[in-house]
């Protein structure tokens, strides 16, 4: 169908006002922007400007040469060379054995521009030998998003607006909601262990 056929809301935008859910308000998605940018990604992989099998640093030189992280306590750590470079695919499925994040990135995650943080990856040991094991990572994801940027020559955000949000007709999907998207911004609770009850978070954390 080419039409809305039905549209519900339910609860409260804002519990502390008791403001009612609008059928167009806005949530922050975060970690979303992951299948977002593998989507984008796979958009260059079909148009044959990178492959899955590359090697990171094919398009990131800085990451040739990584290092393996063996052993490691608040006293030492103990490196070696990493068996095999990071590849493409290792970066979209959470095996590239980069951290979750790094010290560039404290106390908060988006400080720093995109290309700072992602060579502070590439400065970092691994914390597992690429394809050998699964473990949840930002830090893969931005890596992915800064391929984009360089193969294409766009930032990464404005890529996403051009070739994937605005033909989908995504208007209101955007890292910096502004203006009027504001008053539509539905706010975030989590459940506070201790006393059973909802809390309001800051979606800058």
């Known amino acids: 169908p080419d039409k809305v056929l039905g549209v519900e809301t339910a609860g409260y935008a804002d519990l502390a006002a008791r403001k009612p859910m609008r059928a167009d308000a806005m949530f922050w998605i975060a970690s979303m ?3 977002i940018t593998a989507t984008a990604f796979m958009m260059l992989v079909d148009e044959g400007k990178v492959k899955l099998d590359d090697p990171v640093e094919k398009y990131l030189p800085e990451f040739k040469d990584q290092w393996l992280t063996v052993e490691s306590d608040k006293d030492h750590r103990l490196l070696k060379p990493a068996p095999r470079p990071i590849t493409v695919r290792d970066i979209l499925s959470h095996t590239s054995g980069l951290p979750f994040s790094t010290l560039l990135e ?6 720093f521009p995109l290309e700072a943080r992602v060579r502070s990856y590439a400065m970092s040991p691994l914390v597992f030998a690429p394809g050998t094991k699964y473990q949840y990572s930002n830090a893969g994801i931005n890596t992915a998003g800064r391929i984009i940027e360089v193969v294409t020559g766009m930032s990464y955000e404005r890529f996403l607006d051009a070739r994937l949000f ?7 999907t ?3 909601p502004a203006g009027e998207q504001l008053t539509r911004i539905a706010k ?3 459940n506070n262990k201790e006393t059973g009850q909802l809390e309001e978070i800051s979606v800058t954390q």
């Open 188 to 190: 975030s609770y989590k």
């Open 106 to 111: 404290q106390p908060t995650l988006d400080v």
């Open 33 to 35: 922007s992951k299948p």
């Open 166 to 172: 605005k033909p989908l007709g995504m208007k209101d």
């Open 174 to 176: 955007t890292f910096w």
